[in-house]
Structures are given as structure tokens and as C-alpha cells.
């Protein structure tokens, strides 16, 4: 059935009967026969198929179907053919090379699929699917992590489509009438919890696969075409700050969208509800931060004919927060709407469809929350300096590391409490540096209350201890770091240590580092060293110090060292092991080790050219894809780090090839004619491959043009022959390169 329009009046409805399909094939279009085609082979854009009965080449620029099993379409640029085999390059077509006119009409409703596949977690009962669990997105990155999951839900799969595909010429055949329609009725539910999870401030987006289910097929001539029915789930979260998001959403809508094409006129898209019924509630996340949080379900109409995608309907429901914070106010506004479009292929439709049209969309609800948070409390934190000391030392005191969300800390006030008992030694005050002295010794409990412009306060404590003032020194060392291995070298530091009468500088200090009695330095004004352990253990320090009067004091530390760390074993598989220059090489380091960490936790990157620039950042993720867009051989190095940053690399050489073409024939005859006395030389050593060289090339002779050859194949270029009858010749070679691609070249020769 051929549909006309008029070019100025665009249709708004198409004509003709649901469940109808019609076609005429153009009559260029060769129907290749089943019966001598067989057993379609189909890579890189070539077919291969078996011949069951002779059968002429297909010329170059022909357009041809193929109605087997597997149904092929294409237009051929080369073919290749024996008595049993014919290869044919192709390239795609569409289907406005295909038909004369062509009307599809079909509507998809109350019908069984005839198969559908879901994710795991995913349960199909009926119209409905049910979520358990549902991974949206696990990743970590240079951000931070986020992860978000679908904790349980519910999508309705009650959505009715109608396609209907129109081309032809008018009735003088001046311009092409294409049309193409559709039209997606839906009554469509979803009810989720979704929860989101993130270590500090991220923005992401992501979405999975949550089913499949295709119908039909329905016939366009011996060409079948199933429509695939897809279900996408997906979120969208930017933050402030780290914390556990989530939202609870029940949204039903009915509804349709409308999409239409006409090539005089262009698209006509629109969306429409009719009615709907949602809501967000236990929407939450931190209380003092802003953040945008979107979770949607895509549904997707895709036709499909002979592997291809006509087109892609697609209808989306979204529920939207978006809180934004200041301070101690915030707005929060909740948003659910529904979006449509149409995505066209570039094979079967080419040019004739855009990358993405969209429709309008539709805002179903909003509602905005407002409102002020209750003052939180501030963070009190102070330092005191030395430490410890003397009744004689004038102890320092610092609350500057107090902290409120509200307040800066210029506006928080502070107070003491010097030793503990419940009364405050000041008032309060906006200074935050204050000196005391102890008059006796002892060790004390300091408090600090800090206090905000609205009143709420917060404590911090801490202790110091007292010494009577005398000649003899207090020892005090730190360890750097404090734990470590045997291949570290700790550094010990005295300079804390302290005398009433003595300046620092003028106190010696000695050193046991395995508290065994004897000492392993002699007194030094040097208050640091450095020393290594050759053996793990426990280890107690012990340092002296004695002052100018020769008093002393001394202290002990415990240090633990753990066995050297060994640097991990990088190793890596790549399948395939060689390729081509569209080959998809997959990489996994999952077999690198390390005595300390598990393979989890150690970080591989990657240098593809061996270049000494790392093509990638650190990742925990073992597995990698790579294409190499350029033929050659490639050093791939890998460096796998462990968790104290010790690292070790592994490389192998990867080898990329171009994909391989066919060869060139080309020969000589020496002479160019002659007589039945005559010796013929037939010179192939002219033919050529991109691939391999002209010794490797084998070729084989059919000296009178009968499509059956008179030699074998074989590496020698040149043969001799004479004639034993005059008359004209149709001379040809055949050339096959190692990949069984062959050529074959036709020369003409006078017998006399």
C-alpha cells in the first residue's frame, strides 16, 4: 500500500490497519536464492556464504536481500567467489534502497514476548517487575566513592506502542514520501527506595539494565522485525559533603507521547498526560548540606530488522530533590516529570533521522519545603605548651582550634577551669591564649567551655603534670614514625625534654635502643637519632638526660617493627594475546600479588606505549579495554603499587596488525601474441598485498576462461606454455594471500 501526502498539508494520522505489513521491493534489488546461497557467515563487514549450485558474481553496487534464517541485507562493494564459496564485502543500506514503497504497521499490546532476560535481582511477574537490591552505581574515583543501590522497588510494564513506517515515491516519482510514526501509550507505575552512599563530596550519574522483552516478529516481504521493549533505571547525585542519601518515590502516570516524521515536513513531537498520582516522601540526607538527587526509569522501543535498530522511542519518569543549604536555612523543592524522545540508526533510516529528538517535557508535580535548622553547638579543642613542666613554668594555653558551623571563632568565648574543680578560674572571654603557673605539684585535669553567640557550649580536657621545681631534668622523646618496618630508620627526638635552670641546648642526651643496659651513644648535645632495626619485635627505648650539674632523668618508649615490606609482584593477562587494529584487547592484573596486602587493596596503572608516560591514573580496578587505533608492536607496561607505596612493574609486547585486505592481481604475457610455435611467458610477479610479500602470494592459471583452473595454486610467479590452436584467449590469474583472500586478473592473447 502506497501512502501519498500532500507536501503542504502535513498528516496528522497515518492511514491503513494495525497488525498490516506491505511492501514492494525495488526491482534492482537482487532476492538471493536459499536454495543456492547457504550458511551466512557475517565479520567485518563481510559475508561469507557456501554456493550449492553455480551461479554468476554479484557486479559491484548491488543491492541485495537475503531472506534465510538469518535475514541479510547490504549493497556489495567486492566479491570474491570460487565453485563452492563466495565472500562479498558489503557495506549497509537502508531501506529506502530496498523498497519501492514499504508500509509497516504495528501495534504491540496485550502480547506475549517471545523472549525477555533481566537483571539479577530482578523478578518478572506478569505486567510488573519486582527489585531486590539493584546495583545503580559502584565507583571510586580521584572524587571520593559513591555507591547506590535500588533497596526495593516496583515498574509497571503496562506500556502499549505503535510503529508505522511509510517510504515510497510519489506517483510521478519526482520525491521520496517517507514517514515514520509512533506512538507510546503508557499507564506507567514505579514504586522505589533508593539509597545512595558517598565518603565526601561527589557528583555522578549512572544507570543500568533492568530488563529486556522483545515481540513479534512482524514481516516487511521475508524480512522480520522485532521490537525490543528495554527498561533502564538510573540515578543523578551532586553533594556538598559526604553522608547517605535517600528517597522514597511512588509515581503513576498515564499518559502518551507522539512521535512523527515526514520528509517534506519534518518531526512532530508531543507528550500528554492524562492523569497521574506521586509522591516523594522519607526524602533525606545530611541535614547541613545542599545536594541534588534524581532517580529515573527509562522505557525504550526499539524496532529491529535483519541485527539493526530502526529507531529508538523512549519515555522517561523522573522524581527530583533539590535542596539547596545556607547556613542554617535551606530550601527544598520536590520535582517529579516525564520526558520523551526518538534516537534514529544510521544503517537502516542513515541520514534520514536525527542523533536525538526530543519531545516536550512534561512537569507532573512540585512541591517546595523551607524552613531554618536549629543552631548546633560549637567544637572546643585547646593545646597546652610544654606539656608537662615545673611549679615555675608558665604554662600556655590555646582554644584558636575551636570551631562553631554557625560562628567564626573570633565570636566564641571561652573559660578555664585550671585544675578541675567544677570552678572557673575565669570569666569568659573572646581572648583564646591565657598563661598559668602551678604553685604545687601534682597533675591536673584542665577544661575549657567554649560558648556561641546563642549560648550553647561545648568542653574539652585535658592533662598536665606538675613537677617540683629541682636541677634535675624531665625526659621526654618522640619516636618518628611510631611504628614501622625494618627497612624504616626512626627517628628519636629529645627536644621535649625539659630543665627549670638549663636552657635546652645545654642538656646532653644518650640513647639505649633495646633497653639492655647498654647504652648505644655517648652523651650528645644532639638531641635526635637515627636508627634502624634489623630484626622485627617489640622494642623498649630508653634516653637519659643530664643537665650541666650532672643531674639526670630518663624515659622509656615501646616501639613495634614489623617484618621489611616486600614489594608486590606485578603480573597481567591480555586476551587476545594479538590482535588487529579493531581487535578490543582486555587486560587484568587480578593475578599481581603482595605478601602484606590483599589484591583489593593494591592500586595498577598503565603506560600502553612504554613511553614512560602513565596513560592512567591509579585505580583498584584490575580489569582494563583497550584498542590499539594503530598497527605496530606495543611494549604494555603495568605498575601495581601496595598501601605503603612500594611498587614493582610487569610489560609484555602486544603485536597489532592491520585487518588483513586482498591482494592485488596483475601478470605479463611475453610476448604479446604469437603462433602455435610459440612459448608464452606468463609473468604474476606484478600482483602485490598490503600484508604479505609478493614471494608468499600463491597464484593459479585458467588459460581458456572457463572458470576452471588449469594449474594448481603455487608460489612461482612465472610459467611457460605453448598453444596447440590458433584463435583468441581469454587469459587468467588467480591470487591468494595467507589469509585466503584472492584477486584474479583477465588478459587477452592472439594465437596465429
Not at 87 to 96: A, C, D, G, K, R
Not at 471 to 476: D, E, G
Request: contains cysteine.
Amino acid at each position: 500500500m502506497l501512502v501519498i501526502g500532500c507536501r503542504h498539508e502535513p498528516v496528522e494520522e497515518i492511514s491503513g490497519s494495525l497488525n498490516e505489513a506491505s511492501s514492494v521491493i525495488l526491482p534492482e534489488v537482487v532476492r538471493l536464492d536459499t536454495l543456492v546461497y547457504s550458511n551466512p557467515q557475517i565479520s567485518n563487514n563481510q559475508v561469507r556464504f557456501d554456493l550449492l549450485a553455480p551461479t554468476q558474481p554479484l557486479p559491484s553496487g548491488t543491492v541485495f536481500y537475503y531472506p534465510g534464517r538469518c535475514p541479510i541485507t547490504g549493497r556489495v562493494d567486492e566479491t570474491n567467489q570460487t565453485s563452492d564459496r563466495v565472500v562479498l564485502t558489503i557495506e549497509s543500506v537502508s531501506l529506502f534502497d530496498l523498497f519501492q514503497y514499504c508500509v509497516l504497521s504495528d501495534t504491540i499490546m496485550d502480547r506475549n514476548p517471545v523472549n525477555e532476560s533481566w537483571q539479577a535481582g530482578v523478578i518478572s511477574d506478569g505486567d510488573s517487575v519486582y527489585i531486590d537490591s539493584l546495583s545503580l552505581v559502584s565507583d571510586n574515583g580521584s572524587f571520593g566513592s559513591l555507591s547506590a543501590y535500588i533497596q526495593s522497588g516496583t515498574i509497571s510494564l503496562n506500556d502499549m506502542f505503535r510503529f508505522f513506517l511509510s517510504t515510497g515515491l510519489s506517483d510521478t516519482g519526482s520525491h521520496l514520501l517517507n514517514r515514520i510514526s509512533g506512538r507510546l501509550s503508557f499507564n506507567s507505575f514505579f514504586r522505589a527506595n533508593v539509597v545512595a552512599g558517598t565518603d565526601e563530596a561527589v557528583s555522578g550519574k549512572d544507570s543500568v539494565w533492568v530488563g529486556t522483552r522483545v515481540y513479534g516478529p512482524v514481516y516487511i516481504q521475508d524480512l522480520p522485525v522485532f521490537f525490543y521493549h528495554n527498561i533502564w533505571a538510573g540515578i543523578e547525585l551532586t553533594t556538598e559533603r559526604e553522608g547517605t542519601y535517600q528517597i522514597n518515590a511512588a509515581l503513576s502516570v498515564n499518559g502518551s507521547a507522539r512521535f512523527h516524521y515526514e520528509s517534506w515536513a519534518g518531526w512532530a513531537n508531543s507528550t500528554g498526560v492524562t492523569s497521574w498520582e506521586g509522591n516523594l516522601d522519607s526524602v533525606s540526607g545530611p541535614v547541613y548540606a545542599g545536594y541534588v538527587y534524581r532517580f529515573f526509569i527509562t522505557s525504550s522501543w526499539v524496532p529491529v530488522i535483519c541485527g539493526s535498530s530502526l529507531s529508538r522511542f523512549e519515555y522517561s519518569l523522573n522524581a527530583l530533590v533539590q535542596r539547596d543549604f545556607d547556613l542554617t536555612s535551606y530550601v527544598e523543592t520536590h520535582t517529579t516529570f516525564s520526558s520523551a524522545g526518538m534516537a534514529g540508526d544510521y544503517a537502516l533510516l542513515k541520514d534520514e533521522l536525527p542523533a536525538f529528538q526530543s519531545a516536550e517535557t512534561r512537569e507532573l508535580s512540585r512541591e517546595s519545603r523551607s524552613g531554618a535548622l536549629a543552631n548546633l553547638p560549637p567544637t572546643a579543642s585547646f593545646g597546652v605548651s610544654p606539656a608537662a613542666g615545673y611549679t615555675d613554668t608558665n604554662f600556655k594555653f590555646d582554644a584558636s582550634a575551636s570551631t562553631d558551623l554557625e560562628d567564626l571563632t573570633e565570636q566564641l568565648q571561652v573559660r578555664w577551669d585550671f585544675n578541675g574543680d567544677n570552678h572557673y578560674d575565669t570569666e569568659y572571654s573572646y581572648d583564646k591564649v591565657i598563661f598559668h603557673q602551678y604553685a604545687f605539684p601534682g597533675s591536673y585535669d584542665v577544661v575549657l567551655e567554649v560558648t556561641d553567640r546563642n549560648g550553647l557550649t561545648d568542653y574539652a580536657t585535658t592533662n598536665v603534670r606538675v613537677e617540683l621545681s629541682a636541677s634535675a631534668p624531665i625526659a621526654f622523646f618522640t619516636i618518628n614514625p611510631e611504628t614501622g618496618r625494618t627497612n624504616n630508620y626512626f627517628v628519636f627526638d629529645a627536644s621535649g625534654s625539659y630543665d627549670s635552670e638549663d636552657p635546652i641546648n645545654a642538656l646532653k642526651v644518650r640513647w639505649d635502643f633495646e633497653n639492655d643496659g647498654l647504652w648505644n651513644t655517648a652523651f650528645s648535645v644532639n638531641k635526635a637519632a637515627v636508627h634502624y632495626y634489623t630484626d622485627a619485635g617489640t622494642y623498649v627505648i630508653k634516653m637519659e638526660i643530664i643537665d650541666t650539674d650532672g643531674l639526670t632523668g630518663s624515659t622509656t618508649k615501646k616501639l613495634v617493627v614489623l617484618p621489611a615490606n616486600v614489594k608486590p609482584t606485578a603480573h597481567y593477562t591480555v586476551i587476545p594475546e594479538n590482535g588487529t587494529t579493531e581487535t578490543i584487547f582486555s587486560f587484568d592484573a587480578g593475578s599481581s600479588s603482595d605478601p602484606e596486602d590483599a589484591v583489593d587493596d593494591l592500586l595498577v596503572r598503565w603506560d600502553w606505549e612504554n613511553d614512560g608516560v602513565w596513560d592512567t591514573e591509579y585505580r583498584q580496578e584490575k580489569t582494563i579495554r583497550r584498542r590499539f587505533v594503530t598497527a605496530g608492536e606495543y611494549q604494555v607496561v603495568l605498575e601495581v603499587e601496595d598501601t605503603e607505596g612500594f611498587a614493582s612493574t610487569y610489560s609484555s609486547i602486544i603485536t597489532v596488525t592491520d585487518p588483513n585486505t586482498p591482494p592485488t592481481a596483475d601478470f605479463v604475457i611475453q610476448p604479446a601474441s604469437g603462433t602455435v610455435d610459440t612459448t608464452f611467458v606468463f609473468d604474476a610477479s606484478l600482483s602485490t598485498d598490503h600484508e604479505d610479500a609478493v614471494d608468499s602470494l600463491e597464484v593459479r592459471w585458467d588459460w581458456d576462461n572457463d572458470d576452471v583452473y588449469d594449474t594448481d595454486f603455487t608460489t612461482d610467479k612465472v610459467i611457460h606454455k605453448k598453444f596447440s590452436q590458433t584463435g583468441t584467449f581469454i587469459i587468467k590469474v588467480q591470487v591468494r594471500d595467507s589469509g585466503g583472500l584472492t584477486d584474479t586478473k583477465a588478459r587477452l592473447l592472439v594465437i596465429n
